[in-house]
């Protein structure tokens, strides 16, 4: 029955070549985190250090293969959200966690002692091993289990890893209690202590167990706000990345921003994800050109110009223009009193798998601009006449539907929600918003590709 099983459980593969990915500056010491393959019925635990002190999110991506696809998991979890799940149940050892963690960690250890090249190298996996076993109370095969009565008169060896010269079956790893218990065998009063062995054979231990347990926006998203009709209407642009959006062109002020997209490194669910890496903004009265990367911020004046990068804080003015830029956060450009634009910075963490970092903008609507101006973001200055009716039930109980009559069109709209980072740029605030679908068709004036522009300072041209 056991070989049954576990061929029953081989042989339904489901996938290969998962990876787990964690960022490197906020978690340390993490356990074997990639594995070849995971079964119908097995299941994978990563375990590894949180710097709680520092963080309030833990991010994590799992990529991995299937038969017909290739799979991205992202999660964002709160990092106290274990600790208030295991005081639920008082009978959960609060140092669970801990404890899992150095048992894996051990059979890792064990693992990598096996295959050590040299007999240093051995050795001092050796040590740490032995450490490692000492401090989180673990028998392995150099450690044994003391068991103390009340009294402390009387002393029992339990669980002694025997020399394998005079046979010993393949060494196991167990976690000994802190607290006095009642399994079979081991009395109530009973203290139990690992202890380091005296001998360390050279039996082969266990593989590493493959147990494991097992978000940065879609394509560029609007939001358009409506004062007089007191709505937002939502609208993403599916581009390619390379290509350079047109957001605002006003010749009768001369102001014009423009966003370039960048791709993130891995598609998902057969899409390719992205995001405005580089931001133009051309002030030609001025003879003022910014570029923001997420790198850096330029100031050009012909001949002359000035770069910080993000890990500054500080000011650039020239001709009645102000730059302003918070330390890893946001870039503001103010012009006298006329206009403010606002960039933020979103960071991804070191070596992301997946997701890249991008840039996302925010423009007031009470900016002063002509008539004139147009782009995708600049022709809802003039807003337009917006009606909403015939709300209906959608394919999703929280996301309805309803017919939206704007320029002449009429479109079906989803009741949904958007992420506004400028309050919180990890998880965002959520703005409800109607989505119109398409890129926006029906929305936006002509279609989203008659607002592709060649360069980053270009004005949009007239059809």
Excluded at 52 to 70: D, G, K, P, R
């Amino acid at each position: 029955l056991p070989s049954q099983n576990f061929y029953n459980q081989v042989s339904t593969p489901l996938l290969k070549k998962i990876q787990f990915n964690y960022p490197q500056e906020s978690v340390s010491d993490v356990t074997q985190s990639s594995f070849h393959n995971y079964f119908g019925g097995s299941e994978i635990v990563v375990a590894g250090k949180v710097d709680t002190e520092n963080l309030q999110h833990l991010e994590s991506i799992v990529t991995a293969t299937a038969a017909n696809a290739e799979l991205v998991m992202e999660t964002l979890r709160d990092v106290e959200e274990l600790d208030g799940f295991m005081k639920k149940d008082k009978y959960a050892d609060p140092e669970f966690t801990r404890k899992l963690w150095a048992y894996l960690t051990v059979n890792q250890m064990l693992a990598e002692r096996n295959t050590a090249p040299t007999a240093a190298l051995k050795r001092n996996i050796t040590k740490s091993i032995l450490q490692m076993s000492l401090d989180h109370h673990i028998v392995t095969p150099f450690t044994a289990m003391l068991i103390e009565n009340a009294e402390k008169d009387e002393i029992m060896l339990a669980d002694q890893p025997k020399d394998p010269r005079r046979g010993c079956c393949p060494g196991t790893l167990g976690l000994t209690p802190n607290a006095p218990n009642n399994n079979k065998g081991i009395p109530a009063w009973a203290n139990v202590t690992a202890v380091p062995v005296s001998f360390m054979p050279e039996q082969r231990s266990p593989p590493v167990s493959s147990l494991s347990i097992n978000r940065v926006d879609n394509d560029p998203h609007f939001i358009i706000h409506l004062p007089k009709s007191q709505r937002n209407i939502c609208f993403n642009i599916d581009s390619e990345p390379g290509k350079i959006l047109n957001l605002v062109s006003d010749p009768g002020t001369g102001v014009v921003v423009n966003g370039q997209l960048v791709g993130a490194k891995k598609t998902q669910n057969k899409k390719l994800n992205t995001y405005f890496g580089k931001i133009g903004f051309y002030f030609k009265n001025k003879g003022l050109k910014v570029e923001i990367t997420t790198e850096t911020i330029t100031l050009k004046d012909g001949s002359y110009g000035i770069t910080l990068t993000w890990s500054d804080t500080g000011h650039i003015i020239r001709k009645q223009l102000l730059i302003s830029v918070k330390k890893e956060s946001n870039v503001t450009i103010t012009v006298g009193e006329e206009m403010s634009f606002m960039v933020l910075l979103h960071r991804v963490w070191k070596n992301h798998p997946v997701n890249v970092d991008f840039l996302g903008i925010y423009i007031p609507p009470e900016n002063q601009v002509s008539p004139a101006a147009h782009g995708l973001i600049g022709q809802f200055a003039s807003e337009p006449e917006v009606y909403i009716h015939h709300q209906r039930p959608g394919q999703a109980p929280e996301k309805p539907q309803a017919t939206m009559e704007v320029k002449g069109n009429k479109l079906t709209v989803t009741r949904g929600l958007q992420k506004d980072y400028r309050t919180d740029r990890v998880l965002g605030t959520d703005v409800q918003c109607w989505f119109v679908h398409n890129s926006g068709k029906g929305f936006i004036d002509g279609h989203y590709k008659d607002y592709l522009v060649p360069h980053l300072y270009s004005f949009l041209k007239k059809p």
